[in-house]
């Protein structure tokens, strides 16, 4: 579907909506990325990716994001997240530590992996030159807030992958 290519400037009066990220998900698979970002998050330039505006504070687009994902039965995420979000205060950026304490309650279970901010920008790019990257942005206004969901594979695994390679050597 060439609609959830990445679009210029001038389309995006157009843009999906966050409604839209359930009819995305079928389409999305192993090494697709989600970012759910705060308000700060510039538009990319990547080519394959998508960006969705939604009327929200990131918390609860993160709840819309992961209760749709985990009724797909071909993708998992992976989690990750700015490594500088667990050294912020409240006296930089104040709601930070209450912020953090409710995204840590919702990611209990997932895998979870931290990186400083550039490098994870780094990794977007990378990826962004291959596969679909979805960029939500919400109105939250704290920084280093931004959840990027990599989708792995639900039925597939790392420990098989090594089975399967390992009999492929032999």
């Not at 609860?60 to 979000?85: A, C, G, N, T």
């Amino acid at each position: 579907m060439e609609r959830w290519r990445n679009e210029s400037f001038r389309e995006w009066d157009e843009m999906p909506e966050i409604e839209d990220i359930e009819e995305m998900l079928p389409l999305l698979g192993h090494r697709n990325w989600i970012q759910i970002a705060d308000m700060a998050f510039p538009a990319l330039t990547v080519s394959g990716v998508q960006t969705i505006l939604a009327d929200d504070e990131i918390l609860p687009v993160l709840d819309f994001v992961l209760e749709i994902i985990s009724r797909q039965p071909h993708i998992r995420p992976i989690v990750w997240l700015d490594e500088e979000l667990d050294f912020l205060q409240d006296e930089w950026a104040l709601g930070i530590t209450d912020f953090r304490r409710d995204l840590y309650e919702r990611l209990q279970g997932l895998t979870i992996k931290k990186l400083p901010h550039e490098q994870i920008i780094a990794k977007l790019n990378e990826v962004g030159k291959q596969f679909q990257i979805v960029v939500i942005k919400t109105r939250t206004c704290l920084p280093y807030t931004s959840v990027f969901l990599e989708l792995d594979c639900a039925y597939w695994d790392e420990k098989r992958e090594k089975f399967l390679r390992n009999a492929m050597s032999r």
